[in-house]
């Protein structure tokens, strides 16, 4: 069995600001880390490697530096890992990764099982796993909050919970996952672990290698582009109240009968 | 420009035609029953066949889990333009446009939808009143993917629709401590909320008691935060609150840039005393 767990590399968003001087959005200042939701894909992917002698690549999109959270991914337990990059990462939409992850799971694989988190820190648009499944024409389930997969690798069941339920689905294999937090608790990885893994297993592709026109990956030419920002504040009224905790609690009921909040 | 709108029984449309309003008058709402559709790729097949059918350039979904499944889906099917809870649409110089949170809800991007077909996600509310009759269809087969079971969950805590909230965060020190904000919810008649940390580090509670990004966005009368420092992930999921109190031993806690009411003092000092004092009324 070949899984592929895709990765991003995301800003801390805690550290994104708006900075209401400039009208600029602080992106490229903030740290940057491996997306928290894909640490569970990877422990995922690290269980059933263990289970069924799986191999296991990284997969990751996204700008030279980005190599750090491919390495990271891989300390955690990873067989090799690939970055494609290229002067066209800085604006890629959604669907625009998606081409380019399917690109690679074609290039490297075939693979039996591609992972991925739910969601990303920073776009959180939730689609890059879905588009992957429609273009390698395979089954998709998204938030799997259980997996287990038969002995003979060739068929997974998985739990998802959606809105009032949770459901069960039996997936035949090759199928992209996405994967929630209630799935697994990462494991940690030092960052000792993470500087010993050597460079060699860290592959970086062009979107040629993966079979990508650069063409396509042109804000122009993208599904989605972003034409503006501003910031997202809403006002408050920032009352402050301190003091002894009689007089506080007074004073919050005060607060809540002026609103009509309580009966 | 011409919509659809694409709901479950029970959901309320009212949110996604208003959302559409501004750039079609032309919008329909579909009601799609979730059996035999349960599976995205199902859902996603029978919405691109009503798009064809009604010539729909427009698809408006709920921002659900389940939906968040058939909206990849569907925006890959029809290699649409997609922008998942969106907050505005508009039609501008750049076509059609529509607003949604970046980066942890810390600013408001706009986004040019460049396919001829638009997927947008939004929040729905709960439908009072009767629902319209759900579209005939026959649930096409999927390949690959089997329903095995589908078991109902106790009402989730009633969290997404509750008019007041009483949520928790690191400051709690235990879990037997959350008794004292159950007892503080009980005597407030609130739903109990807690921030990311208490589900995915201390596992104290589950996913659906979660309140922000990853978990559920609330929009209640009262929002009352007990020890939470307020990163961005919560805060994009309460902001939108009528009265928001909160209540943080740190007097530069984020959580209180976003509060109508920032009491500075220690929750295990103040909620205690402020359930007896409601018990007492």
Redesign the interface.
């Known amino acids: 069995m070949r899984i592929l767990v895709c990765v991003k590399h995301v800003?801390d968003?805690?550290e994104?600001?708006?900075d209401p001087a400039t009208q600029e959005?602080r992106?490229r200042q903030a740290p940057t880390k491996i997306n928290n939701?894909d640490e569970n894909a990877m422990e995922a992917a690290v269980v059933l490697r263990q289970a069924l002698k799986a191999e296991v690549v990284v997969g990751c999109v996204g700008p030279s530096e980005a190599a750090k959270t491919v390495k990271e991914a891989v300390a955690m337990g990873a067989d090799r890992g690939v970055l494609v990059t290229g002067p066209w990462v800085g604006e890629l939409d959604?669907?625009g990764t998606?081409s380019v992850i399917a690109g690679l799971a074609r290039s490297e694989g075939p693979f039996d099982l591609v992972l991925a988190g739910?969601?990303s820190?920073?776009?959180?648009?939730?689609?890059?796993?879905?588009?992957v499944?429609?273009?390698l024409s395979?089954?998709?389930?998204?938030?799997v909050s259980a997996l287990d997969s038969d002995s003979g690798g060739d068929l997974v069941?998985v739990e998802?919970?959606?809105?009032?339920?949770?459901?069960?689905?039996?997936?035949?294999l090759p199928?992209v996952l996405s994967v929630?937090?209630?799935l697994n608790?990462p494991r940690t990885v030092t960052k000792l672990q993470v500087m010993k893994v050597p460079m060699s297993k860290v592959a970086t592709r062009s979107a040629a290698d993966v079979g990508v026109d650069e063409a396509r990956l042109t804000p122009?030419a993208?599904?989605?582009?972003?034409?503006?920002?501003?910031?997202?504040a809403?006002p408050?009224?920032?009352?402050?109240?301190?003091g002894e905790?009689?007089d506080?609690?007074?004073?919050?009921?005060a607060?809540?009968e002026q609103?009509?909040?309580?009966? | 420009m011409s919509a659809l709108v694409i709901v479950e029984p029970g959901q309320d449309p009212q949110n996604l035609v208003a959302l559409a309003q501004p750039v079609t008058d032309a919008v329909e709402v579909v009601v799609l029953a979730v059996a035999g559709l349960e599976a995205g790729e199902a859902t996603a097949e029978v919405v691109a066949g009503l798009v064809s059918s009604r010539g729909a350039d427009l698809v408006l979904l709920p921002a659900t889990p389940r939906f968040a499944e058939v909206a990849a889906l569907l925006t890959g099917r029809l290699d649409a333009a997609c922008a998942p809870d969106a907050i505005a649409l508009a039609m501008t110089p750049d076509g059609l446009t529509a607003d949604r949170l970046l980066y942890g809800g810390v600013v408001v991007g706009t986004v040019a939808l460049q396919r001829p077909v638009r997927v947008v996600t939004a929040v729905v509310k709960p439908l009072e009143g009767a629902a319209a009759a759900p579209e005939a269809v026959t649930p096409p087969a999927v390949a690959g993917k089997t329903l095995t079971g589908r078991t109902e969950t106790a009402a989730e805590g009633g969290l997404a629709n509750a008019e007041r909230v009483v949520a928790f965060g690191r400051a709690l020190r235990s879990q037997d401590d959350i008794a004292l904000v159950q007892a503080l919810a009980d005597a407030l008649g609130a739903a109990v909320g807690c921030s990311r940390p208490i589900v995915d580090d201390n596992k104290w509670l589950d996913l659906s008691y979660q309140v922000g990004l990853t978990g559920t966005t609330v929009r209640p009368q009262l929002y009352l935060a007990l020890g939470i420092s307020g990163q961005i992930q919560h805060l994009v999921g309460m902001r939108d609150s009528t009265l928001i109190v909160a209540v943080n031993t740190n007097p530069s806690a984020p959580i209180f840039e976003a509060s109508d009411l920032s009491v500075v003092g220690d929750l295990y000092q103040i909620v205690p005393r402020l359930t007896a004092a409601l018990a007492a009324r």
Do not use: K
């Open positions: 800003p968003t805690t994104v600001r708006f959005l992106v939701y959604a669907a998606a739910d969601v820190e920073d776009g959180y648009h939730s689609l890059v796993p879905g588009l499944a429609t273009a395979v089954p998709f389930v998204r938030g069941s998802r919970q959606v809105d009032g339920a949770v459901e069960s689905y039996s997936v035949t199928a929630s937090t209630a608790t122009d993208a599904a989605t582009r972003l034409v503006g920002v501003r910031p997202a809403t408050r009224s920032n009352e402050v109240v301190t905790p009689d506080v609690v007074a004073q919050i009921i607060r809540l609103a009509g909040v309580l009966a």
